[in-house]
């Protein structure tokens, strides 16, 4: 995707089934640099951050003060990109409203959009954060937040 301005959703979706865009993923300042120099489309700052960046055994132990500085750095590097947080386990469990409210928090830490694992069992709380004005990005299929609680 060729374009100098701050990429949205409209421009993904424009470019569905037309060209192919690139996705990264940054959790830091110097990274998101590099990305955005070099015309990454979309920055994915992961909660796999837990264990890259500060060494955890698994994503369940980053939380939304970790995620709001990782990707109040990302942002701060990154001028093109769109920037999608990752809501870390216990951030939107609670109830649509404490998710609304943990994913406003991370569009005023600078991110464009927000996301988020599960399927059928979030569809309210997907609901909620899309109407409070924010976009969702999925993730269905292995969720590795929760993956591990259910290893023997």
Known sequence: ?????KVS??????????????VLTAYDYSTSLI??????????????????VLGHASTVRVGMPEMLMFCGAVSRGSKRAMIVGDMPFGSYQPSPATAVENAVALVKAGCDAVKLEGGLEIVSTI????????PVMGHIGLKPQTSALWEG
């Open 9 to 22: 959703v409209s421009d993904i979706l424009d470019a569905k089934n037309k060209e192919k865009i690139a």
């Open 127 to 134: 609901r909620a954060i899309v109407d409070a004005g924010i």
């Open 35 to 52: 990305c955005d120099r070099a015309g990454i489309d979309v920055l994915l700052v992961g909660d796999s951050a837990s264990m890259v």
């Open 1 to 5: 995707m060729q374009t100098k301005k």
